[in-house]
């Protein structure tokens, strides 16, 4: 099945800088990409997603990049801000299936 | 739409005990997921439905969980017997097409 691994663990930045959070992915016919945003004692609330039909997608600061060859995406957020403190999951979603395989998240921190 | 409901928010039991988390998803959501969060093991999907049948349970641990939609609208997870290692916080999150998953805000479990 699906395999989603997830780097790094943590990530802390000044505010203003940019942070960058990788994914690869195991099953070459996933085609589907969320990312998902998830503050303390919530559930998860997705804020970018990207198809395998897409190389890249930008959202405001936000923007997630797709390798489909070498089976990795990645989330960059610019010009971070203290509300972008969170822990971040990726995750993908095996073609046919309409189930999400999650990566471990990442905890970003934004330090003023 | 008031999003997806859980409850209880958090329970404590004793090990041994019946536990039973309850979910309602949002309106017009033809999918129902529970998914596990742990520290160890990230976020991990349990069962799946679509129009309240089940569709994947192959996430489900052992023959001590089940879960129910016996409606459109309502959604159980049951643990019996409940041990120390069960203790985690489960999501429920409803989908209208299996894509972007709606998560509620979770019940924490703690199982001494």
């Known amino acids: 099945g699906e395999n989603v691994e997830q780097h790094p663990s943590t990530l802390s930045v000044q505010e203003g800088d940019s942070a960058v959070i990788k994914c690869t992915y195991s099953d070459s016919a996933s085609n589907y990409f969320p990312w998902y945003k998830q503050e303390l004692g919530k559930g998860p609330q997705l804020i970018i997603d990207?198809?395998?039909?897409?190389g890249e997608k930008k959202d405001q600061r936000i923007a997630v990049t797709l390798n489909k060859t070498a089976k990795h995406f990645s989330l960059h957020i610019t010009e971070t801000q203290p509300e972008d403190s969170a822990v971040y999951f990726c995750?993908?979603?095996?073609?046919?299936?309409?189930?999400?395989?999650f990566g471990q998240g990442t905890r970003l921190t934004i330090n003023p | 739409d008031a999003g997806v409901i859980q409850s209880p928010r958090h329970e404590v039991t004793e090990m041994g005990q019946e536990v039973t988390l309850r979910c309602k998803p949002i309106s017009g959501h033809d999918y129902l997921f529970w998914y596990r969060q742990t520290m160890m093991r990230g976020l991990e999907l349990l069962i799946y439905?679509?129009?309240?049948?089940?569709?994947?349970d192959s996430g489900m641990p052992e023959d001590r969980f089940s879960a129910k939609m016996p409606n459109a609208s309502f959604s159980t997870l049951k643990i019996q017997p409940s041990e120390p290692r069960d203790s985690a916080v489960y999501f429920c999150?409803?989908?209208?097409?299996?894509?972007?998953?709606?998560f509620g805000e979770g019940s924490r479990l703690t199982v001494l």
């Open positions: 995750a993908a979603s095996p073609q046919g299936a309409q189930k999400l395989v």
């Open positions: 990207i198809r395998s039909n897409v």
């Open positions: 439905f679509n129009n309240n049948v089940p569709i994947d």
């Open positions: 999150a409803s989908s209208p097409t299996g894509g972007e998953l709606f």
